[in-house]
């Protein structure tokens, strides 16, 4: 007999599991699958780093949203993921990112987010391993947050499967099923499944399974290190963001983690099937290192640290992708994360499942639905030069991410 479900969830990344847990609050009997072991792929691999002012309204009030529901998630489920109300701070050595930094604690005050400048002996007061007295201009962010990625991406299956949520391991869609215009189901290698929703959050994988024109995205590799223990480090001292070096270090498992975004990333138009077959290269966090070498000497070397990385997805307009699959009714997509998937998946996932729920919804977020890109004709050499650029420029723009 034919399985069935209300909906079908492909993939158990923060993304999958998040809607795979709002799903179950909303009452849909619902079936996570994932082609490997659930929560093993990039997500817990990530640095768990969540800023609250974006470059938008819009994007704002989602990861606004998104810290609340983090507060919120510890709390209710009893499941601990690692959170850190560290707040941030961002350096500017250029007086071009110094600029940016104060039109950012404009945008803050006018979307009533907490920040301001500090000076170098504040900022070294917050985090005494900073040496910041070149510095054209510091802003710290006291709402910001970090959290444990592992803990958070098996925490939310967790969460969803007490909730009724029945997962699926090692079981791979190889086709989502349709009928007519509308989505009926999924095939895996163990058979097929019925259900009337299927969202796609495959994360690297969930363009090539989509099969949609409409989710120009590409997986790129990103990479940090842990360092050893050192004795000045405390969970709750700031995230750390230096801009023109387009690097970050928060405090991690008694040392410190530090990542960044280097100009000629490893794009994977081809991801390989899991995340433990893609290439590392400490080269590249050893020179994001040196880079930081003025404001972290510390991190001179990186001796003993322990490098990790994972496939998130670069999109062409450096925007999600979360919505509706243009031309199949019932098909979802919650991906696209440009680096910023995982802190803002309770936020992004409530949002999916309220469009699930009552589809005039998508409105409220125009800008991320892939419907945006429906009939367009991008040709891969844009959409590459374009993932290319906005990785590598990441936090270099009025608009900056800074997300992860
Ligand atoms: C080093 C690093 C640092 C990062 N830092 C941050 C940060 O500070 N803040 C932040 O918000 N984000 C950060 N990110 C990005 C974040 O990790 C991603 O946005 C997020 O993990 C994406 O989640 P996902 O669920 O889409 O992907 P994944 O975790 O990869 O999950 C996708 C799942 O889909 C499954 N799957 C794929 N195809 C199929 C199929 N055909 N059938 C069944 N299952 C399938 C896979 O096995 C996988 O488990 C970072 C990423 C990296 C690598």
């Not at 609250?52 to 919120?72: I, K």
């Not at 500017?92 to 500090?118: K, T």
């Not at 031309?327 to 991906?335: E, M, P, S």
């Not at 910023?340 to 409105?363: H, M, Q, W």
Request: aromatic share 4%; net charge negative.
């Amino acid at each position: 007999m034919t399985e069935t479900a209300d909906a079908i969830v492909i993939g158990s990344g923060a993304l999958g599991g998040s809607v795979a847990y709002h799903l179950r609050r909303a009452g849909y009997s619902t079936l996570l699958l994932d082609r490997h072991d659930i929560a093993s792929q990039t997500s817990p691999r990530a640095a768990g780093l969540s800023a609250v002012l974006r470059p938008s309204a819009l994007m704002t009030r989602l990861a606004r949203r998104g810290a609340e529901l983090l507060l919120d998630f510890e709390r209710e489920t009893g499941i601990p993921i690692g959170l850190h109300r560290s707040g941030s701070l961002k350096l500017a050595r250029s007086a071009a990112l110094a600029e940016q930094l104060r039109q950012e604690i404009r945008r803050a005050a006018a979307y009533g987010v907490e920040a301001r400048m500090v000076n170098a002996q504040e900022a070294a007061r917050l985090m005494p391993l900073l040496h910041a007295e070149a510095a054209a201009a510091i802003a710290y962010f006291p709402e910001d947050l970090y959290l444990d990625p592992a803990l958070f991406t098996s925490g939310v299956a967790e969460a969803a499967r007490r909730l009724g949520c029945v997962s699926k391991p090692n079981t791979m869609v190889e086709e989502i099923l349709l009928d007519g215009g509308r989505v009926c189901g999924v095939r895996t290698a163990s058979g097929i499944i019925s259900a009337p929703v299927v969202v796609d959050a495959a994360g690297a994988w969930a363009r090539g399974l989509a099969r949609s024109a409409a989710l120009p995205m590409i997986a790129v590799r990103h990479q940090l290190v842990v360092t050893r223990p050192i004795a000045e480090v405390r969970a709750e001292q700031p995230v750390t963001r230096v801009l023109d070096a387009n690097v970050y270090v928060r405090p991690c498992d008694g040392g410190l983690m530090l990542g960044g975004y280097e100009s000629e990333p490893l794009l994977l138009d081809e991801p390989p099937a899991s995340v433990e077959d893609m290439p590392l290269d400490l080269a590249i966090l050893e020179g994001l290192a040196a880079a930081v070498r003025a404001e972290f000497p510390i991190l001179s070397d990186l001796e003993g640290a322990k490098l990790r990385g994972g496939m998130p997805t670069m999109t062409l307009d450096d925007e999600h992708l979360i919505g509706p699959v243009p031309g199949v009714d019932g098909f979802f997509v919650i991906g696209g994360c440009n680096v910023g998937g995982l802190s803002t998946a309770l936020s992004f996932a409530e949002t999916l499942c309220g469009i699930i729920a009552d589809p005039s919804a998508a409105v409220e977020i125009a800008p991320l639905l892939p419907a945006r890109f429906a009939g367009r004709d991008i040709p891969e050499a844009s959409l590459r030069q374009a993932c290319r650029l906005h990785y590598g420029q990441h936090y270099w723009s009025d608009a900056a991410r800074a997300t992860g």
